[in-house]
């Protein structure tokens, strides 16, 4: 049979290659950046490596942009043609009123894109349909380079961010410090629990992970949890008096899963400037996440009457174990009271020790009671008899040693400095609690693998704020 004049017409007509007009941009493009580099050929001292690493750095932006440019334009070329739109609020059809230009800054270079702007009168509102599906935002900064930065940002103060990109990407970077604390506010201000823990899907996963570490039996889950203090400001204008500043507990918690010597599997973090009411709501949610079937939970902490309220209320059937160093410190206290001789008081100490590992605490306290001490010494034997006493079944480190459980907090404590104390107590500064608490979100975000998911929504929110406006 014979074809239709249709299928003739298609047969006949050429098909166009999608990527012919990005081939000849690019094409164009490299011969505008091999013209700029072609005076390290020229120079009279022939340039080193890292000179030519530089320069190729300092001037990439030209063909990267410029094809980053023309696959936008490729991709939405209906967009940038188009005479007519509806309204996104009324769906009214609306003519096109203008063209407007917009310059804009990414990883990979500028670029620059000519597109159509609408205006309902009925609804108030204007709009480029371009922005909203290139998700373009009114910075000229797009996106990845404040992802960027706002990662960085994390580790240091923002201009020093903006900086450090400028440098690695070979991209000009000039943004505000104003600009950057606005940033960090709006991002930190999305980075709820939900989102900056992990999910229960991926909790399980990590489990999994690390259950090939215990062949015989269900992995050690541990549940550690301290405070560590930050200073604080009250908030105040730019021109006003900001007072007396504070220093006020962070409190943290971490939840990790030891696999082998000086090895652990991250599940979780989680610090905040707060009082110990509100983080026992905040470990309480953290708790629902955690299948308890597949582990075997130890609640690990120092000597704050806090810390195990508060574990044993989320966590009532995990073991307790105090702190091993917290402990040594005590018995340590009261033996260089009593001991001038350091042989002896080390070998007290080492005894002591030794019996608390058994759960002998009774052993230790008799030990105590004979001591022959003046009043001085009698009162520090006191509050050591009350504080062994009062964490009775907490020690036992021979046991958790032999089960596989930790018996020191370094893990928390290193928690406290990289999550909190290198960031907020750097030289000179003071944070508002809002604020503070929102750098500590976005800490425990990157430590926690969940910056990105943070991102991502603070990605949608601002994409949606601009199709709310217009």
Known sequence: MGRSRKENRECSSPKIDPMANIRKAAHEKLDCWIDELSPLLT?????????????????????????????????HKHLLTQKQSHCPKCKKILMRKRVDNKNYNTLQGSGSIERPYYHCRDCGIGFHPLDEAMELTRSVH???????????ATEMPYKRAAELVSDISGI??????????????????????????????????????????????????VVALDGAYTPTRPRSNRKGKRGAGEWKEVKGVRLYLPIEKGRIIQIASWHQIQNKDQMLADIKEIAKLIPTEKVRIALLGDGASWVWNTLTECF??????????????????????????????????????????????????RGLQRFKSNPL????????????????????????????????????????????HIRLKRSGAWW???????????????????????FDRYRTKKIRQMETNG
């Not at 907490?394 to 290193?414: H, M, N, Q, T, W």
């Open 43 to 75: 120079e009279e001292k022939p340039p080193t490596l890292m000179e030519v690493s530089t320069r190729i750095t300092e001037t990439r932006s030209t063909l990267t942009g410029g094809v980053l440019d023309s696959i936008n334009k490729e991709i």
């Open 142 to 152: 797009q996106l990845d380079i404040e992802e960027k930065v706002l990662k960085l």
């Open 172 to 221: 000009p970077v000039s943004l505000s410090n104003h600009h950057g604390h606005d940033t960090l506010c709006d991002v930190s201000g999305i980075a709820d629990l939900d989102i900056v823990v992990p999910s229960q899907e991926e909790i399980e996963q990590r489990i999994e992970e690390a259950s090939q570490y215990y062949p015989k039996e269900k992995p050690v889950l």
């Open 316 to 365: 009532p059937d995990g073991k307790e174990v105090l702190d091993y160093f917290h402990c040594k410190e005590h018995i340590h206290k009261v033996a260089e009271a009593h001991y001038d001789d350091p042989v002896k008081m080390e070998q007290w100490v080492e005894s002591a020790m030794a019996r608390l590992s058994l759960n002998e605490v009774d052993s230790v306290i």
């Open 377 to 420: 010494e009698s009162d520090e034997l006191d509050k050591l008899i009350t504080y062994l006493s009062n964490h009775r079944g907490r020690f036992d480190y021979d046991r958790c040693k032999r089960e596989g459980i930790p018996i020191g907090s370094g893990a928390i404590e290193s928690a406290n400095k990289f999550i909190s």
């Open 432 to 454: 508002v609690v809002e604020n503070g608490n929102g750098m500590l979100r976005l800490r425990c975000a990157l430590y926690n693998g969940t910056f990105d998911r943070v």
